[in-house]
């Protein structure tokens, strides 16, 4: 049986920082918070998702940002994702092109590495 595809991605989180997940994964990305089941809500951290793509911040007790390892996003309106983080202070970074496609990397409110891509229009 082959993988067929990624049901989810889960970010690690430090404790009690559900509202900075909120105001960067909500409010810079624009994904929308799923709630949690019940049983696993306890454990803090919490959900999003756009269309088919769902991502999970779970907490971490001894919580260590991942730096290399870290999701890329396809997002339309990157330069205004990029000037929206900025603003609000986050690290964002670029890296060496890619044919195709501008890209940039931000430091999530944790200091996790996310990509951000933004396809080229042909």
Same mark, same amino acid.
């Given at each position: 049986m082959p993988v067929r595809?990624?049901?989810h991605?889960?970010?690690?989180? /430090? /404790?009690?920082?559900e509202?900075?997940?909120r105001a960067f994964y909500g409010g810079i990305l624009g994904l929308k918070e799923r709630i949690k089941p019940d049983?696993?809500?306890a454990r803090g951290g919490?959900?999003?998702e756009s269309g088919s793509l769902q991502v999970h911040l779970g907490v971490e007790k001894d919580f260590r940002p991942a730096r290399?390892?870290?999701p890329a996003f396809i997002v339309d309106n990157l330069f205004e994702i990029v000037d929206m983080a900025e603003k609000a202070g986050?690290?964002?970074t670029a890296d060496e092109p890619l044919e195709g496609c501008e890209r940039r990397h931000v430091d999530? /409110?944790?200091g996790n590495r996310i990509e951000l891509i933004e396809p080229h229009k042909i």
């Open positions: 595809r990624i049901d991605i889960l970010i690690a989180m /430090p /404790p009690s920082r509202a900075d997940a049983k696993l809500a919490c959900w999003f290399k390892a870290h986050f690290r964002v999530d /409110p944790f």
